[in-house]
Every structure is written in C-alpha cells, then in structure tokens.
C-alpha cells in the first residue's frame, strides 16, 4: 500500500490517492483534480475509487467529476441526501480496491453522516493499515461540531467524542492516520497540532479527545473554544450535495482599462493580489488588498470578507493571478475577470492613470508611537479570542470579516488599524481607504507593539 498526499495549504486541507501500485482509491478530492490525476499518472495507476468522508463545508469537492472521468465509484453516505448518482456507503461496509481492503467506519460529530475508512492489504494480514479521517480524528484534535446547526452543536460534539473512540479501535495501533482537516483549516477546533504524520497509537496517547476522560468536560472545552468560520462556508454543503460540475481554471482575457475604471466607479470588487506595501503606495482608487504571497491566508479571507457571488475582478501578476484563480474555485469563485498589466506583471500603469490611483500611510509601530494624535481610533480587526487575550490601550475591535457592514460604526477620524501579522490589517485598511476614511496600516506583528513603547491591556 503506497499513500500520495495531495496537499491543499491555502485552505489547511489534504487528499490522497492510495493504491496499491495498479489500482487506487482517491479520498476527499478538491475541486482541481489535475493534481489528482497527475499523481495518478506520476504512480501508473488507475483511479477506480474516489470517496468522501463527508460534505465538504470548506471546499467544493472534485470526487463527482473525478469519479465519472475515470469510470470510478464514487463513495458517498448512503443517508446523504444528494442529486447525484453515487455508490451508497454506510458503517461496516467494506470492498476491495485492487489488493488493498477498505471498511467504511461511521464517525458522526464533525456531521451527522461522516464516515471515516481503514484501509488494508488484504493479502498480508501483518501488512500495514492505514486510517483516513477526514474531519473526525486530526492531529492532535478533532474536526468543529458547529457547521450544521447551533442547536446540534452540543449533540455533535458527544457523538464527536465517542467517534474517534471508535475510531482507535478500529485498526492496530500503528496504522498510519490521515486526516482530511487540520492543517490550517478553520474546519478543526482545539489545540491542533502542527505535526505532519501521526499514528492511532500516538493520538491515543496525546489527543485531548481521547486523553480527556471526562466527556462531559471535553465536550465543555469544545464548546468553549469554538471561534467564527468563514462565511462562504455557508455555500459549500449545499453546492456538494447538488454535485459541482467542471471547473476551468485558465486565465481569460485582461479586461480593458476604460472598463476596469467602469467596475471600480460602479462600486465593483476589484482585488488587488500584490504586496500589501506596494498595494499601501499605490493602488486603483476603489480597489481592495488581498496580497497573494504563498496564498495561505488567501481564499479563506477573500470568500469570508467579500459578499458572497459578487462580480469579482483579479488584479495582479499573471503567476498570481493564475494561482488565484484557481484557489477560488476550491470554494465555488469561478473564473473571476482579471486586469494584467500590459507588461505581464501587474504593473497599474497599464491600467490606469495617476488620476485614477490612490495610497496611504504605512509604517510599525514607532510610526504609531510617535505620529498618533488626539482623536485618531486605533482599530484591532483579529478575532475576538484574540482581543480579549491581549489589545492596545484604548483600541476598538471590529474583526475584519465584520467590517464592511460596521464601517459606519468608526468614529470619523484617522484609523491606525493593526492585526496579528498585517495581512488582515491591510485588507481592513483597503476596505476603509475604499470608504473614503483616512488610515494608517500598521504593518508589523502584534507581538512586537510592547517593544515599541505601546501599552497594551492586560
């Protein structure tokens, strides 16, 4: 048994293509299932098994059009309600990929139809196994019970605790764990860990879900840690209950400039993926800062901040542009319009005159320290948890995910606005330069402030 991982860091997710070097089954696919094919190819395998653990509610699922592409069945909860054609999966079931055996194990919590599988060499009983999770079990925690419906957290959270009990005792202690969630993604909850490769064996000895012996006081520190999610997940579970279709990930024509200047004067979302100092020194009046970099914060930020299905336009390099493009489809953003710069690298002079350009102050903290005067709002836009751990003197807390509708709560003064890194800050700052406010971006790390002679609380 040879396990591939395909790995998704923008959105903290993973999938695999396990086989047993002729056949193999494909568990939890994204959406750009050209990585999953090429693995394929790259082993000299054949994909006669795609399955999911659950409806996704981070990502769009790429198993359905995988699975018919390649003639596969395709292994879906026979107690989801879906519109598509699938093969009906339930606990207990168990069928053969090849030389490998897989046994379908229900581990209801992070849903209410999760499934989760072991898989092993059914010709050699000592062999190897290996357990594929999704969003029950992770390293060092397990997936969030709170996407389905307030009212079914708690419930979800106890059958979360029995489930990955189950879970231990269904493969040897060595089998090999693999988790869907977990690396990032806003999916898991607790204290996840930041290792890369774990074992039933070692979970069971340091993962609070299954060190806690108390299920009343796990269930309790579950509950308590439970943090805002993206809002574009709302979306997901229903669009991969329907059955995504194809997606095209190429990059279209640029956008001309007259009309480019249209968008951004009729209000439109115009994403500007540089740097968020360049973006700072000078940016097309009315557009928005969503740096790309390695596009880790990314996704998950732009479909939580930007009203879901807006008219959406990249602008940027056309390497980030067309690594953007194919990060929104992950989560249901299809081919959004682009604006390249003539030059091929983003550059606004192609698109737009001085006229039509705007900036604002940047700087760290020192620039904070020494420029802020009487009246100017220090604004905090990381999460509440964050806030309430620790915070500058006198700052207001608007998370960025919460600002468009709240803009007009800010006082009408200079906003010197911050977050734990600066890449929420810039977004924050773009979105309020976009309103017309006067800001500052302070782009330096929180944890450096009280270095810099500003005093915090507590």
């Known amino acids: 048994m040879d396990v591939v991982v395909i790995d998704t860091p923008q959105l903290g997710d993973r999938s695999y293509l396990v086989h047993d070097g002729s056949v193999a089954l494909v568990i939890d696919p994204q959406r750009d299932i050209d990585r999953v094919e090429a693995a394929a190819a790259a082993a000299g395998v054949q994909i006669t098994h795609v399955a999911e653990t659950h409806l996704h509610n981070d990502y769009l699922t790429g198993g359905l059009v995988l699975a018919e592409r390649h ?126 490769a774990s074992t039933l064996a070692e979970q069971a000895a340091s993962n609070h879900a299954l060190t806690d012996g108390d299920e009343d006081h796990f269930v309790a520190e579950l509950l308590a840690n439970i943090t805002a999610y993206p809002a574009y997940y709302a979306h997901m579970s229903p669009l991969n209950s329907a059955g995504p279709g194809p997606v095209g990930l190429d990059v279209p024509e640029s956008v001309e400039p007259a009309e480019l200047a249209r968008r951004l004067r009729a209000g439109e979302w115009v994403v500007d993926l540089r740097h968020r100092v360049a973006f700072a020194e000078d940016h097309l009046r009315g557009s928005v800062a969503f740096e790309y970099g390695d596009g880790s914060n990314f996704t998950s930020y732009l479909g939580w901040v930007i009203p879901w299905q807006q008219p959406l336009t990249l602008v940027g390099s056309h390497s980030d542009v067309e690594k953007a493009v194919r990060d929104l489809a992950r989560i249901g953003i299809e081919s959004p319009d682009v604006a390249v710069g003539r030059s091929g690298d983003g550059g606004l002079d192609a698109l737009a005159p001085a006229s039509g350009r705007s900036s604002y102050t940047h700087g760290d903290w020192s620039l904070l320290r020494d420029q802020r005067a009487a009246g100017d709002v220090v604004l905090d836009v990381r999460r509440p948890g964050e806030f309430e751990a620790s915070h500058v003197q006198g700052a207001m807390n608007v998370p960025v995910y919460e600002l468009i509708p709240r803009i007009a709560e800010l006082p009408e003064a200079r906003i010197w606005v911050h977050c734990a890194t600066g890449y929420r800050a810039s977004v924050a700052a773009s979105l309020l330069d976009r309103a017309g406010r006067v800001v500052v971006l302070i782009d330096a790390r929180y944890k450096d402030a009280a270095g810099a002679g500003i005093p915090l609380v507590p």
């Open 71 to 196: 003639g596969a069945s395709y292994l879906v909860n026979g107690a989801d309600r879906v519109g598509f054609r699938r093969t009906p999966v339930s606990d207990g079931d168990t069928f053969p990929v090849g030389r490998l055996a897989v046994q379908v194990v229900a581990t209801p919590g992070h849903t209410h139809t999760h499934l989760a599988y072991v898989v092993r060499d059914a010709a050699d009983d000592a062999g190897p196994e290996a357990v594929f999770s999704g969003g029950s079990l992770l390293y060092g925690s397990v997936g969030r019970t709170d996407l389905v419906a307030p009212e079914q957290t708690e419930a979800l959270a106890h059958a979360q605790y029995a489930s990955v009990r189950k879970l231990i005792g269904s493969a040897v202690p060595a089998a090999a764990l693999y988790p869907t969630h977990g690396f990032g993604s806003f999916c898991s909850i607790g204290p996840a860990s930041h290792q890369h």
